[in-house]
């Protein structure tokens, strides 16, 4: 359970930012006259959930008493390099050679959507969507390997609004998650502890979006309370 106090002034601010994007952001975006109606919803969303993110983890380091000069959420971009393993499993000489002699360049530059520093240590990532469905959790999955392989000890954290994952995700105010058939099998091929997130309850519906009024979902405080004790947790150890 939370140990905030009910309801807490903070939290408070983040459902009053919530209602006030996802009830004008359709508003906003059909007068818009230089943007297409999509691009804009899909912005918005996606600022408001990244938003949310790093208030929570703010909110989070707070109440476990950290300095707000500890903590950084600065993006960085990681370069990941290829590995030497792939190097010697090609057939062709020529394009060995050509490898061995540029080396230095084969990198895959990488960044998810919120860094967290603790003195100046990558400790959490976190990937931020209005909802997830499967073939968006493959890359997510994909993206965090990609992490592990620099940064071993890294938490991987999916923060989303709405949950299109199947089971039980869409059901943030259990105490237990059991999840689904589907995400359970993508996680088992993967080295991953993928920490899943959800705000809003009840599974994401193509036809029904949150932004419509007959459709809104509201935020409950008690969830983001539960998402603020999961970094609490996650971020305890860096006090």
Same mark, same amino acid.
């Not at 091929?189 to 994401?204: A, S």
């Given at each position: 359970?939370?140990?905030?106090?009910?309801?807490?002034?903070?939290?408070?601010?983040?459902?009053?930012?919530?209602?006030?994007?996802?009830?004008?952001?359709?508003?906003?975006?059909?007068?818009?006259?230089?943007?297409?109606?999509?691009?804009?919803?899909?912005?918005?969303?996606?600022?408001?959930?990244?938003?949310?993110?790093?208030?929570?983890?703010?909110?989070?380091?707070?109440?476990?008493?950290?300095?707000?000069?500890?903590?950084?959420?600065?993006?960085?971009?990681?370069?990941?390099?290829?590995?030497?393993?792939?190097?010697?499993?090609?057939?062709?000489?020529?394009?060995?050679?050509?490898?061995?002699?540029?080396?230095?360049?084969?990198?895959?530059?990488?960044?998810?959507?919120?860094?967290?520093?603790?003195?100046?240590?990558? #400790? @959490?990532?976190?990937?931020?969507?209005?909802? =997830?469905?499967?073939?968006? +959790?493959?890359?997510? $999955?994909?993206?965090? /390997? !990609?992490?592990?392989?620099?940064?071993?000890?890294?938490?991987?954290?999916?923060?989303?609004?709405?949950?299109?994952?199947?089971?039980?995700?869409?059901?943030?105010?259990?105490? #237990? @998650?059991?999840?689904?058939?589907?995400?359970? =099998?993508?996680?088992?091929? +993967?080295?991953?502890? $993928?920490?899943?997130? /959800? !705000?809003?309850?009840?599974?994401?519906?193509?036809?029904?979006?949150?932004?419509?009024?007959?459709?809104?979902?509201?935020?409950?405080?008690?969830?983001?309370?539960?998402?603020?004790?999961?970094?609490?947790?996650?971020?305890?150890?860096?006090?």
């Amino acid at each position: 359970m939370s140990s905030f106090k009910y309801p807490t002034e903070e939290v408070l601010e983040l459902v009053k930012a919530y209602n006030l994007l996802v009830k004008g952001i359709d508003d906003k975006a059909y007068v818009a006259e230089d943007r297409v109606y999509g691009g804009i919803i899909r912005a918005g969303k996606g600022i408001l959930v990244e938003s949310l993110a790093r208030r929570i983890i703010e909110l989070a380091w707070k109440e476990l008493g950290g300095s707000e000069k500890r903590l950084s959420l600065k993006k960085q971009e990681v370069k990941i390099p290829l590995k030497q393993e792939y190097v010697k499993k090609i057939k062709s000489p020529e394009v060995r050679e050509y490898i061995k002699s540029n080396i230095k360049h084969f990198l895959y530059k990488l960044k998810t959507d919120v860094h967290v520093h603790i003195d100046g240590e990558f #400790i @959490i990532g976190v990937e931020c969507k209005a909802y =997830t469905e499967n073939a968006m +959790f493959k890359r997510i $999955l994909v993206d965090f /390997t !990609l992490f592990k392989n620099i940064f071993p000890n890294l938490h991987c954290v999916l923060f989303q609004l709405e949950s299109q994952l199947g089971g039980d995700y869409s059901q943030p105010n259990k105490d #237990i @998650i059991l999840g689904s058939y589907s995400t359970h =099998t993508l996680l088992s091929y +993967f080295d991953i502890d $993928l920490i899943i997130i /959800t !705000l809003l309850e009840g599974e994401r519906k193509v036809d029904k979006p949150i932004h419509k009024k007959e459709y809104y979902k509201e935020l409950r405080p008690e969830n983001l309370y539960k998402a603020i004790d999961v970094f609490k947790e996650l971020l305890k150890s860096k006090v």
